[in-house]
């Protein structure tokens, strides 16, 4: 398997500040990580693919300015909660994707960050 | 987009009693995992599966390509079963996106002694 790791598990933080999450893969190099927000009672929903050393790509609806993903090295990826607003609380949960062959990868996930905005 | 859709959407089971969940799919996958998400929101992987049977301990997995649906079997069940399963897949005509997976609604599987 992968582990992967995120960082803080849990954080509140008042209306229109930041907040930053770290995702880290911490036995193997990612080139790709992706982003998920998981709302209560819901499923995982992809918010974005974070690419080492380029920019994101993100999900259609998923504002780019607002969610601000650096990939800037093969084993972490942050996402910036930009002004956030009380409708940003959420699950945010990172994973990886560790090749089996060359076409064919399986997703391993970390154990999210809860996020609540006061 | 491709849509995945899970059912049941819930299950109450006695501790000891099998289950099947299913999860159908609408187009041709790449990938399909089953995944179960505990109390604490952590996704554990149970399998990774795009077709064929594999298992593993009292749980087991069949994909049907061909048919787009896969059965994940769980037998003898335990309270620590109980949790939320996910079936997620990639979707075979996204290229270059390797790994993106689309998630089904889940099916929330309460074990009880």
């Known amino acids: 398997g992968a582990v992967v790791s995120q960082h803080p598990s849990r954080v509140i933080c008042k209306s229109g500040t930041s907040v930053k999450i770290e995702c880290r893969s911490l036995d193997f190099q990612a080139t790709t990580m992706f982003w998920y927000r998981q709302f209560p009672k819901q499923s995982l929903m992809l918010m974005a693919t974070s690419n080492e050393g380029s920019k994101a790509t993100y999900e259609q609806g998923v504002e780019k300015d607002k969610f601000l993903i650096n990939h800037a090295s093969l084993t972490l990826s942050t996402l910036t909660v930009t002004s956030a607003h009380p409708e940003d609380s959420s699950f945010y949960i990172c994973?990886?994707?560790?090749?089996?062959?060359?076409?064919?990868?399986?997703?391993?996930f970390g154990p999210g960050t809860r996020l609540t905005v006061t | 987009g491709i849509q995945v859709e899970q059912s049941p959407p819930d299950l109450i089971l006695q501790e000891g009693a099998n289950s099947t969940l299913r999860c159908n799919f609408s187009?041709?996958?790449?990938?399909l995992q089953w995944f179960h998400q505990n109390p604490w929101g952590q996704l554990i992987n149970l399998f990774y599966?795009?077709?064929g049977t594999k298992q593993n301990g009292r749980l087991s997995a069949t994909t049907v390509a061909t048919e787009r649906y896969s059965l994940l079997y769980i037998s003898s069940s335990q309270t620590t079963d109980s949790g939320v399963y996910f079936c997620a897949v990639e979707h075979s005509m996204i290229y270059n996106q390797g790994g993106k997976l689309i998630f089904g609604q889940g099916t929330e599987l309460s074990v009880k002694p």
């Open positions: 994973s990886t994707d560790r090749a089996l062959t060359l076409r064919s990868y399986e997703q391993y």
């Open positions: 599966i795009p077709s």
């Open positions: 187009d041709s996958v790449n990938n």
